[in-house]
T-cell receptor, first 114, second 115 residues
């Protein structure tokens, strides 16, 4: 099976702009989670989507949002970008067959905010 | 909410030696504990995981132990090789009253295996 894919791999934006990142899970996986990775804060959970519904949310401002489509692909959006939003954004998918399953990560999108 | 602490932050060992990384968690309801390896510029990759109903799990040179009473779990790598050099993250999932895949990560351990 193909692994988790993310597009784009790299993005450069300026403060105040907005950005949309995309994640395609492994075929058959219905859960998609998003994480932010920075040198200072490490890996932090943003949100999880399962069957097109947000199931969990981390402690991030409302500028961070997401959605999931019927084919399980997910997007996350960051509006009004700030310098501190520069990070590696990782998504992870799992089957979620009613219990906690292994999460497989994508390669990430490196976002730089200037 | 769940909090995971990880030690040490850096670890340097000689090739062939063992390496041990320790994590503690705060939520006694946490029931799933994966370990991820992240090489520079790469995605985190699961190397081993353990559920709360098991005390130890091994996979070749890698083992994980879980002490639910003390709320800590450890990664053990034996016969280390230079390709084991990477950042290792522990994580935990707390049920929070329902099904979830919300991973709470430790701060990472940079393992350097000296040839």
């Amino acid at each position: 099976k193909a692994g988790v894919t993310q597009t784009p791999r790299y993005l450069i934006k300026t403060r105040g702009q907005q950005v949309t990142l995309s994640c395609s899970p492994i075929s058959g996986h219905r859960s998609v989670s998003w994480y932010q990775q920075t040198p200072g804060q490490g890996l932090q959970f943003l949100f999880e989507y399962f069957s097109e519904t947000q199931r969990n949310k981390g402690n991030f401002p409302g500028r961070f949002s997401g959605r999931q489509f019927s084919n399980s692909r997910s997007e996350m959006n960051v509006s009004t970008l700030e310098l501190g939003d520069s990070a590696l954004y990782l998504c992870a998918s799992s089957t979620n067959r009613g219990k906690t399953d292994t999460q497989y990560f994508g390669p990430g999108t490196r976002l730089t905010v200037l | 909410g769940e909090n995971v602490e990880q030690h040490p932050s850096t670890l340097s060992v000689q090739e062939g030696d063992s390496a041990v990384i320790k994590c503690t968690y705060s939520d006694s309801a946490s029931n799933y504990f994966p370990w991820y390896k992240q090489e520079l510029g790469k995605r985190p990759q699961l190397i081993i995981d353990i559920r709360s109903n098991v005390g130890e799990k091994k996979d070749q040179r890698i083992a994980v132990t879980l002490n639910k009473t003390a709320k800590h779990f450890s990664l053990h790598i034996t016969e280390t090789q230079p390709e084991d050099s990477a950042v290792y993250f522990c994580a935990a999932i707390s049920p929070e009253g329902g099904a979830t895949n919300k991973l709470i990560f430790g701060t990472g351990t940079l393992l350097a295996v000296q040839p």
